[in-house]
């Protein structure tokens, strides 16, 4: 008997937490999603330096007066790994409306190299290590969680983010040619 409210005591206890958490997910995702301010991306944003080798400079102060849609993303985060065949897939409508991707890889340069031997990527990937989430916060991504995607116009100016998972309706929205 002690036996089964115990079980019962874990097991409610697991969809309190599995609760909270969903709570947590779901308004870090509203208090992200709708910012409604206009940041402009500065110099120092664009060369922010995403290598963690301090020999190598990788930022992106090459496509600076493009319109860039950055997707932040890690080979672990199920969701991210979701978006992947979508933005393949839509490359070509995205590159038609004169929009760079770039994905920006936060996990070691093996576990990145692994996982796009199994999925490639259609489109430019920055790996940044554990840089890519300093990153991402600069750009709005208070509670660092992935996915995290932003749209940032030819000006400069951050015009969308997401936290989450990007689908065809967001991605619609955000790419118009």
């Excluded at 290598?51 to 319109?67: D, F, I, M």
């Excluded at 839509?90 to 796009?116: H, M, P, T, Y």
Aim: hydrophobic residues 45%.
């Amino acid at each position: 008997m002690q036996g089964q409210n115990l079980s019962k005591w874990r097991t409610t206890l697991l969809l309190l937490a599995a609760l909270v958490g969903t709570l947590a997910g779901v308004l870090a995702f509203i208090t992200i999603s709708q910012r409604a301010e206009v940041t402009t991306v500065n110099d120092s944003i664009l060369f922010f330096n995403l290598s963690s080798n301090p020999n190598q400079v990788t930022n992106l102060s090459t496509y600076s007066g493009e319109k860039l849609l950055l997707n932040f993303w890690a080979p672990w985060c199920a969701p991210c790994r979701d978006e992947i065949p979508l933005l393949n897939s839509k490359i070509g409508n995205i590159e038609a409306a004169n929009v760079r991707l770039i994905g920006i890889a936060i996990d070691s340069a093996d576990n990145v190299s692994q996982f796009s031997a199994q999925l490639p990527l259609n489109y430019i990937n920055i790996n940044a290590e554990h840089r890519g989430m300093a990153f991402a916060q600069q750009l709005g991504n208070d509670i660092g969680a992935l996915p995290f995607s932003v749209l940032i116009n030819a000006a400069g100016e951050v015009e969308q983010r997401h936290l989450g998972e990007l689908d065809e309706n967001i991605l619609g929205s955000w790419i118009r040619p």
